[in-house]
């Protein structure tokens, strides 16, 4: 699977979430000095608002660097280097002097000024697309989703080809919201197994191509999550195998003799 942000969607940031990660002192070696371990900051670091608890935290801790973390991120423990937005310095006197970017960081989509997922495919898929979450998760919620495809003429399945200019694709749209952004076509809704029947072989499917961040789907990787999804169902249901607790039926008779008894288990 692969994520293609649209060219056209919103590029403007939100304010990610300040949170106080400690990033040792300015130079450990020497302690209260105003050299630093850290590369050199960029003169065009803008520094961002400091938050009152980011300030209070650097009068605790002087001479310290202070992380600032896209709030997507909701792991345990210290914050990966991709999840920070950038880092606050205190000098000697507890008050933030510096600023500086993290080139490593992956903006999420709330920092992207994406809009809010539309349903569970599209929140995977946003956050696959940015690396906020794996992209097994877009596979095992189409599975189980109700999608809607173009009609062509005839009636099968509307093929267009990706923006690579090669790859033979399927637009397929996970809500009402894409379907619509997407024209006033024929459409229909489909089931995941019903797509993978009438998908034409060799093509893609394309999710989302209207959204803030599309994504293709190779057909084998989702025949397996709805495989599983069918597995988990069945091992979920309430009714199971009945095998071992109804009464089994009775053989009849042997020829020239009574019945036979066959041994039952009594239900509850």
Same mark, same amino acid.
């Given at each position: 699977?692969?994520?293609?942000?649209?060219?056209?969607?919103?590029?403007?940031?939100?304010?990610?979430?300040?949170?106080?990660?400690?990033?040792?002192?300015?130079?450990?070696?020497?302690?209260?000095?105003?050299?630093?371990?850290?590369?050199?900051?960029?003169?065009?670091?803008?520094?961002?608002?400091?938050?009152?608890?980011?300030?209070?935290?650097? #009068?605790?801790?002087?001479?310290?660097? *202070?992380?600032?973390?896209?709030?997507?991120?909701?792991?345990?423990?210290?914050?990966?280097?991709?999840?920070?937005?950038g880092q606050w310095r205190s000098d000697l006197d507890g008050e933030i002097v510096e600023w500086r970017d993290?080139?490593?960081? #992956?903006?999420?989509?709330?920092?992207?000024?994406?809009?809010?997922?539309?349903?569970?495919?599209?929140?995977?898929?946003?956050?696959?697309?940015?690396?906020?979450?794996?992209?097994?998760?877009?596979?095992?919620?189409?599975?189980?989703?109700?999608?809607?495809? *173009? #009609?062509?003429?005839?009636?099968?399945?509307?093929?267009?080809?990706?923006?690579?200019?090669?790859?033979?694709?399927?637009?397929?749209?996970?809500?009402?919201?894409?379907?619509h952004a997407a024209g006033r076509l024929s459409f229909t809704p489909i089931q995941a197994t019903d797509l993978?029947?009438?998908?034409?072989?060799?093509?893609?499917?394309?999710?989302?191509?209207?959204?803030?961040v599309s994504m293709t789907v190779e057909p084998d990787v989702l025949r397996e999550a709805v495989s599983a999804?069918?597995?988990?169902?069945?091992?979920?249901?309430?009714?199971?195998?009945?095998?071992?607790?109804?009464?089994?039926?009775?053989?009849?008779?042997?020829?020239?003799?009574?019945?036979?008894?066959?041994?039952?288990?009594?239900?509850?």
């Amino acid at each position: 699977m692969s994520g293609t942000p649209d060219g056209n969607g919103p590029s403007q940031q939100h304010a990610p979430q300040a949170a106080a990660v400690p990033g040792g002192p300015a130079d450990p070696a020497a302690p209260g000095t105003e050299e630093t371990t850290a590369p050199a900051a960029s003169g065009a670091d803008e520094m961002p608002p400091v938050p009152d608890h980011i300030r209070e935290a650097a #009068r605790q801790a002087p001479d310290h660097w *202070f992380g600032l973390v896209d709030p997507t991120w909701s792991g345990e423990g210290t914050p990966p280097e991709w999840a920070m937005v950038g880092q606050w310095r205190s000098d000697l006197d507890g008050e933030i002097v510096e600023w500086r970017d993290n080139e490593e960081y #992956r903006p999420s989509p709330k920092a992207l000024g994406w809009p809010d997922p539309t349903d569970p495919v599209d929140a995977a898929v946003q956050l696959a697309a940015t690396g906020y979450g794996p992209a097994e998760a877009v596979t095992q919620a189409l599975a189980t989703a109700e999608v809607a495809v *173009f #009609r062509a003429p005839g009636g099968g399945l509307l093929c267009a080809v990706a923006p690579d200019d090669e790859t033979p694709i399927v637009p397929v749209f996970s809500s009402p919201e894409h379907l619509h952004a997407a024209g006033r076509l024929s459409f229909t809704p489909i089931q995941a197994t019903d797509l993978l029947d009438q998908l034409p072989e060799g093509h893609l499917i394309y999710l989302n191509a209207s959204g803030p961040v599309s994504m293709t789907v190779e057909p084998d990787v989702l025949r397996e999550a709805v495989s599983a999804a069918a597995d988990a169902d069945g091992e979920n249901s309430w009714l199971g195998d009945l095998s071992g607790i109804l009464p089994t039926a009775q053989e009849p008779p042997a020829p020239g003799g009574g019945p036979t008894e066959i041994p039952t288990h009594d239900l509850l």
